[in-house]
């Protein structure tokens, strides 16, 4: 079986600034994997990168057969509404629409119109039903997060990437919205890549990658 994800020689400059190089990695189809490494060693411009919403400076990104290089940023806006979902660690929900509309944005971006029934059926599996009406100023920070989490999976994608979803939470709600992460992830079939600096967000993966600027730093496959 073909990976997921696949990235080779990856590095990340800024001018004379190296952020990251010679990252390599690959992810099966349906796997967890966490990134974590020191503050600033680049973990969100790697998903940034990984996701196509930056460039990169040397190296390689293939998502099954697709190889990201080859696509200017029209190609990749495509491929990404069809393909990926994305939970940012500060939710970027858009205030102005209600919990239900934030959720059908991806479904709505790809022309299936707004699908009431599966958005109603995500925010279920999420624990938000009832609040399909709410705007986002009336949620508190895990509710957010659990929208950003129904909005990243209710098109069904191949690959989801998580980026310190939980830093904004107390450890309570952090852990419910790691279970449900997790859960949801594997319900779908999913690839999970998640950036994070918690051991606990780390110890549920399959394998743990550790990101230095000078490449991947070895690997703990996790046993259950």
Known sequence: MSAA?????????????????NVGFEVAPGEFVAIVGDSGVGKSTLLNCLAG????????????????????ATERALWRRAHLGFVFQAFHVLPHLDVAQNVALPLMLLGGGPQPERVQAMLQAVGLAGLGTRLPQQLSGGQLQRVALARALVHRPALLLADEPTGNL???????????????????GASLVLATHSQAAAARADRVLHLTAGGMLGEDRLTR
């Open 5 to 21: 994800l696949r990235v080779a020689g990856l590095a990340k400059r800024y001018g004379q600034s190296t952020v990251f190089e």
């Open 53 to 72: 919403l930056d460039t990169w400076s040397a190296g390689s990104i293939h998502h099954g057969g697709t190889d990201l290089s080859t696509q200017d």
């Open 170 to 188: 107390d450890p309570g709600t952090a852990a419910r919205v790691l279970e449900l992460l997790v859960e949801q992830t594997r319900a779908h």
